[in-house]
């Protein structure tokens, strides 16, 4: 069966501290992985991650795709109290009729304190 | 250009009854997908939809639950006889077709709250 498991589930962090997020999956059709951020509403886009190696900046965001060892992290420099969220990882695969449907992990709660 | 939207926000409803919710898509997206977010859980796919079709239903109870995508209007998550354990966040995303690149995009969910 195709899972996606975050790590760690929840994290508590000061201000200024730089935070990584893992994601591990095992999922038979690969074709990208995506990072969410869901705060109260709508998970938001990130990024979307299809090549090994090649890492995504987006401000004091980052990601990366390791495809050989199945895995992605999500790094954030200078965390902010605004980062605080449930960040998600998603993995998008192939399926029957090319759906293209996302299996997502459990997500990490990141809260940042003053 | 507007996002995803969903409506209603929050819906109550005692067991027994139905509970509708409805998706529209963004400006030029197609592509209709369905999501549930349990208490403590990750979201997990329900149905993929395109106009008109049922593409692919793998993740849709087998009872009580039913997905339209009309050619006109909202796409419609339909639950009926609503039970205790069909509380949950229903989030849809649309995308402008399937395909490496395509990103979806979330609405922010309907929360639906069984009595």
């Known amino acids: 069966e195709d899972k996606v498991v975050q790590s760690p589930l929840s994290l508590v962090v000061h201000e200024g501290d730089t935070v990584t997020l893992n994601c591990s999956y095992e999922?038979?059709?690969?074709?990208?992985l995506l990072w969410y951020k869901q705060e109260k509403k709508a998970p938001t886009f990130l990024f979307m991650l299809t090549s090994s190696g090649i890492e995504k900046k987006s401000g004091r965001l980052s990601s990366i795709l390791d495809k050989k060892e199945l895995f992605s992290i999500l790094n954030i420099t200078a965390t902010q109290t605004g980062d605080s969220a449930i960040y998600l990882c998603?993995?998008?695969?192939?399926?029957?009729?090319?759906?293209?449907?996302?299996?997502f992990g459990q997500g990490t709660t990141l809260q940042v304190k003053p | 250009n507007a996002g995803v939207m969903q409506n209603p926000r929050h819906l109550v409803r005692r067991r027994g009854q139905e509970a509708r919710l409805r998706c529209s898509p963004m400006k030029g997206h197609s592509h209709v997908y369905w999501y549930r977010q349990l208490p403590e859980e990750g979201l997990k796919f329900m149905v993929y939809l395109q106009k008109e079709n049922i593409i692919d239903e793998s993740g849709m109870p087998k009872e009580r639950f039913s997905a339209e995508f009309p050619k006109e209007g909202p796409s419609i998550l339909r639950i009926q006889q609503v039970v205790r354990g069909d509380s949950a966040a229903y989030f849809c995303?649309?995308?402008?077709?399937?395909?490496?690149?395509?990103?979806?995009?979330f609405g922010p969910g309907t929360r639906l709250l069984v009595l």
């Open positions: 999922v038979t059709n690969f074709r990208s």
């Open positions: 998603a993995v998008e695969a192939y399926g029957s009729g090319n759906t293209g449907k996302l299996i």
């Open positions: 995303a649309s995308s402008r077709k399937t395909g490496v690149r395509e990103t979806q995009y």
